[in-house]
């Protein structure tokens, strides 16, 4: 009976040993799965930082470049604005010189 119960205590020694070893290899191949899927992972995260500051310089660029032609644009306005105000002025200008440029002719003539 006792040559029995050792037996058993053998092979359960045995069966737990073997256990024991495939959860070791069983962990082991988790932990190396896990460690490639955090080097993936931080691979993935470099690359969306590096495309998150280039779309960050992009848009400080458009950025700036809207506002110039913004300020472009109300120059011109600007500048038609005031056109417009003394054209009548500036027209009767040009009659004027033209009629001045007549007489002068006329004169030489």
Request: hydrophobic share 35%.
């Amino acid at each position: 009976d006792l040559d029995k119960d050792m037996q058993e205590s053998e092979v359960d020694e045995k069966d737990a040993q073997s256990e024991y070893e495939a959860f070791m290899e069983d962990s082991k191949t988790k932990r190396a799965q896990d460690a490639q899927s955090i080097a993936d992972k931080e691979s993935h995260k470099a690359d969306l930082e590096a495309e998150l500051e280039k779309a960050q310089v992009e848009h400080k660029s458009t950025l700036k470049e809207d506002m110039e032609k913004a300020e472009e644009i109300k120059d011109l306005h600007l500048e038609c604005d005031w056109l417009l105000s003394n054209f009548q002025v500036r027209k009767e200008a040009r009659a004027g010189e033209v009629e001045s440029l007549k007489k002068a002719k006329a004169v030489l003539s």
